[in-house]
């Protein structure tokens, strides 16, 4: 069976401005409804206004490790 991540929400986590305007892009390729979030904090109130389908998150974030924020995050 075939996935689709066609009208998905998702939340992408990236702190590096350029890899998240182009990850974004290739999401919203896809059919995907992309919130972005530079930091984990604001990943945490996105999530409080409105829960993703799924999340994108760079592996080192600046401000915590992407173990940390994904910890965060469930």
Do not use: H, Y
Request: glycine fraction near 4%.
């Amino acid at each position: 069976a075939s996935v689709t991540l066609r009208g998905a929400r998702v939340l992408l986590v990236e702190d590096q401005m350029l890899i998240a305007m182009e990850t974004e892009n290739s999401l919203r390729e896809l059919g995907v409804e992309v919130v972005v979030a530079a930091s984990c904090e604001e990943a945490l109130r996105r999530i409080a206004a409105q829960t993703p389908d799924a999340a994108v998150l760079d592996v080192n974030l600046g401000d915590t490790t992407s173990a940390a924020a994904a910890e965060a995050l469930k």
